[in-house]
């Protein structure tokens, strides 16, 4: 049997900690950011921790 392949695409858009933490990046921030207040752009710049249930899907996914 082959080995399972990593998405690519899912890799591109989170990280992984070492303690095994999610981290994704916050959306909406390619355009349309000069039309928002500052503390919606600064909110923007931060990255999330995922919700459990969906990191866990995630780690499956992933190959970890």
């Given at each position: 049997?082959?080995?399972?392949?990593?998405?690519?695409?899912?890799?591109?858009k989170?990280?992984?900690?070492?303690?095994?933490?999610?981290?994704?990046?916050?959306?909406?921030?390619?355009?349309?950011?000069?039309?928002?207040?500052?503390?919606?752009?600064?909110?923007?710049?931060?990255?999330?921790?995922?919700?459990?249930?969906?990191?866990?899907?995630?780690?499956?996914?992933?190959?970890?």
């Open positions: 049997m082959p080995k399972m392949k990593t998405r690519k695409s899912l890799v591109k989170i990280r992984i900690t070492k303690n095994g933490k999610v981290i994704a990046r916050k959306t909406g921030q390619n355009h349309y950011n000069a039309k928002g207040n500052g503390s919606v752009k600064r909110k923007k710049r931060s990255d999330r921790n995922l919700f459990a249930t969906d990191a866990k899907n995630i780690r499956k996914t992933v190959n970890q």
